[in-house]
C-alpha cells in the first residue's frame, strides 16, 4: 500500500521511523518534501521553518498532492502542548484532503479531545491502530 505520513513536523523523527517501519512492512511511503529541513531542530525553529515552506514553497499543496497519490494516510497524533494523541490544524486539513480524495485514515491512536476537532475526526471514519503497524490493511 501507498502510504502518506501526516503529523506535526515536531514529530519529524518519528515519522522517519515510522517510514522505515512501513517500509520493511512492505509498504510505499511518502513524507513531505521538507522533511529533512526538520530533522534536529527545537520547536522553535520548527515553527519558523513551517511558517517559511508554507508561504515560500506551498508545502500545503505539496503534500496534498503526496496524499493524492497514496491509497491511505497515517496520522501520527501522539501528545503534544498538552493534549493526549494531538492533532494540529494543518493535520486536520490533511485528513479532511483524505476523506474527499476516498483515501483510507488511519491513527496511530486514538482521537484527540479537542474541541471542535472530535466530531469532524469521527464523522471521516478512520481506522485506529493503536500503534500497531500491522493493522494496516
Known amino acids: 500500500m501507498k502510504i502518506a505520513i501526516c503529523a506535526s513536523m515536531v ?14 512492512l512492505g509498504h ?44 491511505a494516510i497515517l496520522v501520527l497524533n501522539y501528545d503534544r502542548k498538552g493534549i493526549k494523541n494531538y492533532i494540529g490544524g494543518n493535520t486536520l ?6 476523506h474527499v480524495l476516498e483515501k483510507k485514515i488511519f491513527l496511530m491512536n486514538p482521537i484527540p479531545e479537542i ?14 491502530i493503536n500503534g500497531d503497524l500491522t493493522n494496516i490493511k
Not at 523523527?13 to 517500509?23: A, D, G, S, V
Not at 520547536?43 to 508545502?59: P, Q, S, V
Not at 486539513?93 to 483524505?98: L, P, R, Y
Not at 474541541?115 to 485506529?128: F, G, L, N, R
Open 28 to 71: 510505499e511511503v511518502l513524507v513531505s518534501g521538507f522533511v529533512d529541513s526538520y530533522t534536529g531542530k527545537a520547536e522553535k525553529e520548527i515553527e519558523e521553518l513551517k511558517l517559511f515552506h508554507k508561504n515560500t514553497r506551498d508545502a500545503i499543496r505539496e503534500f496534498w498532492g503526496k496524499i493524492k497519490k497514496s491509497d
Open 115 to 128: 474541541d471542535y476537532y472530535k466530531s469532524e475526526i469521527v464523522a471521516v471514519k478512520p481506522t485506529i
Open 11 to 24: 514529530f519529524t523523527e518519528k515519522m522517519l521511523e515510522t517510514k522505515e517501519q512501513l517500509e520493511k
Open 93 to 98: 486539513m490533511e485528513i479532511g484532503f483524505a
